[in-house]
């Protein structure tokens, strides 16, 4: 039956990237508006962005480069033969308002030599380009999200512009058909969009919310393949890990749950950071699984559970849901200095599989709103 199903989907993508270009019944609107380019920096950072919109609707050009590429995900060493946009896990986060358009290419070097300036940051981990690759943006309205439009093989690249219509965070990924969808998904193909209204985010009763910082926390299940000792397995690419792979993915039982792209990516010097009193926006993606976010020591003053932007957020949340092939937004202002933990909250995947960061707050203690009266110690009589 999966091969049919595969065969069927494989088959109505194909049918589609091979039908001939049609003239628009409306053409674009874009023509004449300013051009920005966006710089695409690595999660948990977010490009540089404001909150609210200056001017009227822009052009906002952005280009994500594929990197195939070997990527250590635990302590143990374990590899995973990784797809990726701009050569992590997971892509870039893309930043703009409603009603700008978003002119995004997609570029599938072979190799460092067949595109050396789009791919001056690959080094011994990437390996050639050896498959096909587009990306669907949930954020896009038709073309099954874009993923019809944008199938380059390698030495290809593709452009196309879309109108950000939806306010809100939106998952993208790389959907080239068949299997391939959810192979190259859970192999770290994704990433997000987030679209802010145009008069920044408001509460429920319209009231102006902002933050001094913002985090983009991408969630990812692997499925990395045993042997008969019970030690991960390594493979020279990703079609050589592609079979085995697979049979570890009909289980649903991902043999690692992390944040950007490994186990411990956002702890200890790679932790995220804060103030007392600082606002923080974290956005968080995923892209194949449901996830229940939370903030240990803290709280979602303000969530966005469904990613939607036109709806008033969730207040005072201890624990928020996110369900697959989504993401999501959440405002807390730190109001205590130290370590908190941010995780999800299935305690298996955060504790045993590595779906846990690390927020580290400075500043000074404030004993109403918490105060040790008495140490461990012996009990007293």
Known sequence: MNRFVYAAMGVALASLLGASPVTADKPSKAKGLERVKQEMVKPPLVPEHTQKAKGGPKIVEVRLIVEERTIVIDPLGTTVNALTFEGSVPGPLIVVHQDDYVEFTIVNPRNRKDNPKST???????TENIMSHNIDLHAVTGALGGAGLTLVNPGEEAT????ATKPGVFVYHCAPGGAMIPY?????????IMVLPRNGLKDAKGKSLTYDKAYYVGEQDFYVPTGPDGKYLAYDSPAAAMSDMLEVMKTNEPSHVVFNGAVGALTAENSLTAKVGETVLLIHSQANRDTRPHLIGGHGDYVW???SFNDPPDTNLETWFIPGGAAGAALYTFQQPGLYVYLNHNLIDAVLKGAAAHVKVEGEWNNDLLEQIKKPGPISE
Do not use: C, L, P
Not at 120 to 126: C, H, I, N, P
Not at 160 to 163: D, L, Q, S, T
């Open 160 to 163: 196309i512009r879309f109108k």
């Open 184 to 192: 190259h998904v859970v192999t770290g193909m994704n990433g997000a």
């Open 120 to 126: 001056k940051g690959w080094d011994e981990s990437t």
């Open 305 to 307: 559970q469904s990613g």
